[in-house]
Protein backbone atom coordinates (compact mmCIF):
# COMPACT_ATOMS: atom_id res chain seq x y z
CA UNK A 1 0.00 0.00 0.00
CA UNK A 2 1.07 3.60 -0.93
CA UNK A 3 1.67 6.72 1.04
CA UNK A 4 0.94 10.31 0.17
CA UNK A 5 3.55 12.39 1.47
CA UNK A 6 2.62 15.81 1.31
CA UNK A 7 4.33 19.21 2.31
CA UNK A 8 3.89 21.33 5.18
CA UNK A 9 1.56 22.95 3.40
CA UNK A 10 -0.30 20.16 2.18
CA UNK A 11 1.04 20.27 -1.45
CA UNK A 12 1.59 17.08 -2.92
CA UNK A 13 5.41 15.97 -2.95
CA UNK A 14 5.45 12.03 -4.13
CA UNK A 15 4.04 8.52 -3.24
CA UNK A 16 6.61 6.65 -0.78
CA UNK A 17 7.86 3.33 0.20
CA UNK A 18 6.54 2.01 4.10
CA UNK A 19 9.89 2.00 4.88
CA UNK A 20 10.61 5.47 4.57
CA UNK A 21 7.19 6.42 5.88
CA UNK A 22 8.23 4.35 8.72
CA UNK A 23 11.17 6.40 9.33
CA UNK A 24 9.38 10.01 8.91
CA UNK A 25 7.05 8.63 11.15
CA UNK A 26 9.76 7.32 14.01
CA UNK A 27 11.73 10.45 13.81
CA UNK A 28 8.56 12.43 14.23
CA UNK A 29 9.02 14.46 11.30
CA UNK A 30 5.75 14.14 9.74
CA UNK A 31 1.66 13.75 11.21
CA UNK A 32 -0.67 11.16 9.59
CA UNK A 33 -3.28 12.80 8.24
CA UNK A 34 -5.59 9.82 7.05
CA UNK A 35 -5.47 5.84 7.66
CA UNK A 36 -5.61 2.47 5.41
CA UNK A 37 -7.78 -0.44 6.96
CA UNK A 38 -4.64 -2.49 7.64
CA UNK A 39 -2.17 -2.47 10.31
CA UNK A 40 1.71 -2.42 10.33
CA UNK A 41 3.39 -4.67 13.08
CA UNK A 42 6.21 -4.50 14.45
CA UNK A 43 8.00 -5.69 17.96
CA UNK A 44 7.45 -2.99 19.99
CA UNK A 45 4.00 -2.16 18.65
CA UNK A 46 1.16 -1.98 15.68
CA UNK A 47 -0.44 1.41 13.94
CA UNK A 48 -2.84 1.43 11.16
CA UNK A 49 -1.01 1.70 7.54
CA UNK A 50 -0.83 5.88 6.94
CA UNK A 51 -2.01 6.43 3.06
CA UNK A 52 -1.21 10.32 3.96
CA UNK A 53 1.27 11.66 5.73
CA UNK A 54 2.56 15.36 6.18
CA UNK A 55 5.63 17.05 6.78
CA UNK A 56 5.96 19.18 9.59
CA UNK A 57 8.79 21.43 8.31
CA UNK A 58 8.93 23.24 4.91
CA UNK A 59 10.99 21.39 2.23
CA UNK A 60 11.87 22.61 -1.14
CA UNK A 61 10.36 21.14 -4.08
CA UNK A 62 13.05 20.47 -6.91
CA UNK A 63 11.13 19.89 -10.21
CA UNK A 64 14.57 21.01 -12.37
CA UNK A 65 14.60 17.45 -14.16
CA UNK A 66 12.87 15.19 -11.63
CA UNK A 67 11.92 12.06 -12.75
CA UNK A 68 11.61 12.79 -16.67
CA UNK A 69 10.38 10.27 -18.17
CA UNK A 70 8.58 10.19 -21.97
CA UNK A 71 5.22 8.37 -21.06
CA UNK A 72 5.01 11.40 -18.32
CA UNK A 73 5.56 13.49 -21.07
CA UNK A 74 2.82 12.41 -23.86
CA UNK A 75 0.56 12.42 -21.19
CA UNK A 76 1.07 16.15 -20.23
CA UNK A 77 0.83 17.13 -23.99
CA UNK A 78 -2.00 14.59 -24.67
CA UNK A 79 -0.07 12.95 -27.34
CA UNK A 80 -0.97 16.21 -29.89
CA UNK A 81 1.93 17.61 -31.72
CA UNK A 82 2.99 20.91 -30.03
CA UNK A 83 3.13 22.70 -33.19
CA UNK A 84 0.45 21.78 -35.40
CA UNK A 85 -1.85 20.23 -32.94
CA UNK A 86 -2.52 17.09 -34.51
CA UNK A 87 -3.08 14.28 -32.18
CA UNK A 88 -0.64 11.42 -32.65
CA UNK A 89 -0.79 7.77 -32.25
CA UNK A 90 2.06 5.92 -30.18
CA UNK A 91 4.34 5.40 -33.13
CA UNK A 92 4.03 8.80 -34.25
CA UNK A 93 5.19 10.60 -30.91
CA UNK A 94 8.78 12.04 -31.44
CA UNK A 95 10.26 13.99 -28.89
CA UNK A 96 11.37 17.61 -29.16
CA UNK A 97 13.81 19.45 -27.60
CA UNK A 98 12.75 23.42 -27.73
CA UNK A 99 16.11 24.60 -27.49
CA UNK A 100 17.97 21.96 -29.07
CA UNK A 101 20.50 19.92 -27.40
CA UNK A 102 23.05 21.26 -30.12
CA UNK A 103 22.45 24.94 -28.50
CA UNK A 104 22.90 23.41 -25.05
CA UNK A 105 19.44 22.55 -24.37
CA UNK A 106 18.62 19.60 -21.57
CA UNK A 107 16.25 17.02 -21.47
CA UNK A 108 13.60 17.79 -19.43
CA UNK A 109 9.90 18.43 -18.38
CA UNK A 110 10.41 22.43 -19.32
CA UNK A 111 12.37 21.48 -22.56
CA UNK A 112 10.70 19.17 -24.56
CA UNK A 113 7.35 18.59 -26.20
CA UNK A 114 5.63 16.03 -28.30
CA UNK A 115 6.31 17.02 -31.91
CA UNK A 116 5.23 15.05 -35.17
CA UNK A 117 7.83 13.45 -37.55
CA UNK A 118 7.75 16.34 -39.68
CA UNK A 119 7.05 19.01 -37.72
CA UNK A 120 10.39 17.90 -35.83
CA UNK A 121 12.22 17.57 -38.97
CA UNK A 122 11.18 21.18 -40.13
CA UNK A 123 12.53 22.62 -36.53
CA UNK A 124 15.73 20.30 -36.76
CA UNK A 125 18.15 21.88 -34.46
CA UNK A 126 16.90 25.45 -34.37
CA UNK A 127 14.57 27.22 -32.05
CA UNK A 128 10.96 27.23 -32.53
CA UNK A 129 11.80 31.15 -33.19
CA UNK A 130 14.80 29.94 -35.31
CA UNK A 131 12.90 27.99 -37.40
CA UNK A 132 9.18 30.26 -37.52
CA UNK A 133 7.73 28.21 -35.44
CA UNK A 134 4.92 28.49 -33.02
CA UNK A 135 4.69 26.14 -29.58
CA UNK A 136 0.67 25.55 -28.66
CA UNK A 137 1.64 26.41 -24.78
CA UNK A 138 5.03 26.69 -23.10
CA UNK A 139 5.98 23.30 -21.81
CA UNK A 140 5.97 22.58 -17.75
CA UNK A 141 6.83 20.24 -15.41
CA UNK A 142 3.68 17.78 -15.60
CA UNK A 143 1.65 17.99 -12.27
CA UNK A 144 2.00 15.36 -9.78
CA UNK A 145 -1.67 14.36 -10.28
CA UNK A 146 -1.67 13.78 -13.97
CA UNK A 147 0.86 11.71 -14.19
CA UNK A 148 -0.01 9.73 -11.23
CA UNK A 149 -3.57 9.88 -11.56
CA UNK A 150 -4.02 8.31 -14.68
CA UNK A 151 -1.94 5.28 -14.11
CA UNK A 152 -3.24 3.98 -10.73
CA UNK A 153 -5.14 1.35 -10.49
CA UNK A 154 -8.68 1.90 -8.63
CA UNK A 155 -8.50 -0.98 -5.94
CA UNK A 156 -4.83 0.41 -4.77
CA UNK A 157 -6.23 3.86 -4.22
CA UNK A 158 -7.49 5.60 -1.28
CA UNK A 159 -10.72 8.31 -1.62
CA UNK A 160 -8.49 10.03 1.09
CA UNK A 161 -5.92 11.08 -2.29
CA UNK A 162 -9.02 12.67 -4.18
CA UNK A 163 -8.24 15.89 -2.15
CA UNK A 164 -4.96 16.54 -3.40
CA UNK A 165 -4.95 14.54 -6.57
CA UNK A 166 -7.13 16.45 -8.70
CA UNK A 167 -6.99 15.86 -12.53
CA UNK A 168 -5.85 18.89 -14.38
Known sequence: MKTLLLDSSYQVLSFITEKKMMKLIVKEKVEVISTWDSLITWSSGKIKHPSIVRLKKHVRRNYFNSNFSRKALVKRDRSVCQFCSKKLTA???TIDHVLPRAQGG????????VACTPCNNLKADKTPEQAGMKLLRKPTHPSFSMHHYASEQQENWSPDWDDYLKQN
Open 91 to 93: SQI
Open 106 to 113: ITSFTNCV
